[in-house]
């Protein structure tokens, strides 16, 4: 295991011969390696390490260590994690939206968008980015703002209208002969 920029952590798969990296709440980021002839496929991985934006990963078998520097797409992954770690929630929405461009089926991206716009109030447009990844626990928070929200803007409306009903079903009963009254209770 190597722990890389932004709290993001890579392990490998020795049956595989394959790197996965994930982020600090292990969603799977990216993964990459396979056994092979071609040139820069890896036999046998013994090790691997980070140096900056680098991973370093030891190959026991042809005995040499394989440099592999981050791509574009990486890039933009790591500042959307970093913009999303520092409270920057604009700029993370705006990288999360360029990694649906690059793979529109990458469900961190759209959860990040998701928690952008919850933390930016948005809760009734967060929900279909959390809808769209299947996540559940944050759909739900977000309804309950809404939920909230609605309470907040139509309680004393309700109350009154609960007052209104009672106070015209008094006044109506008041004016019930006795005899009507008998018969409709019976």
Known sequence: VAIGPE??????????????????????????????????????????AYQGDTLLVLDKTNDNITVYKR??????????LQNQRDRKFDMAEADWHEILQRNSNFD???????????RNGEY??????????????NWSK????????????????????????IVALVFFNKFITPSARLRTIS
């Open 71 to 80: 791509t574009e797409y990486g890039d933009v992954l790591v500042k959307a």
């Open 124 to 137: 009734e447009e967060s929900l279909r980015y959390f809808e769209a990844a299947y996540d559940t626990e």
């Open 108 to 118: 961190t991206a759209y959860v990040g968008i998701g928690q952008a716009m919850y």
């Open 142 to 165: 977000s309804f309950q703002e809404i939920r909230k929200n609605w309470m907040a803007d139509f309680f004393l409306l309700l109350i009154a209208i609960i007052v209104a009903i």
């Open 7 to 48: 709290k993001t952590w890579s392990i490998i798969d020795e049956l595989r011969n394959k790197i996965f990296t994930y982020d600090f709440d292990g969603n799977l980021l990216w993964a990459f390696g396979d056994s092979g002839t071609q040139l820069g496929n890896l036999s046998s991985i013994e090790a691997i």
